[in-house]
């Protein structure tokens, strides 16, 4: 799933620009279901991501069983600190 895709699946847009702050709420909250329902690793780390962006994201342990999982999502909340984008 691309970043695109997560934006018109959540917030019916492609265009970050286009999101209005009404829908921030709705959708962080079905990102939230999505991520305690979905058993894919790729899918769970993309909603991760982009409730990290949000400033929602749950807690790396209790997200991620897998290390290899959880080192990955340090190290995007790293890159996401030194580019100035972190939640």
Same mark, same amino acid.
């Given at each position: 799933m691309t970043f695109e895709d997560q934006l018109e699946r959540y917030f019916g847009t492609r265009d970050p620009a286009a999101i209005v702050p009404q829908a921030v709420d709705a959708a962080i909250e079905r990102m939230q279901v999505d991520l305690g329902l979905t058993t894919v690793p790729g899918e769970r780390f993309a909603l991760w991501c982009m409730l990290f962006m949000f400033g929602r994201a749950p807690d790396i342990?209790?997200?991620? *069983?897998?290390? *290899?999982e959880r080192d990955l999502a340090r190290d995007f909340i790293e890159m996401?600190?030194?580019?100035?984008q972190g939640g």
């Open positions: 342990d209790q997200t991620f *069983a897998d290390r *290899a996401s600190e030194q580019t100035g």
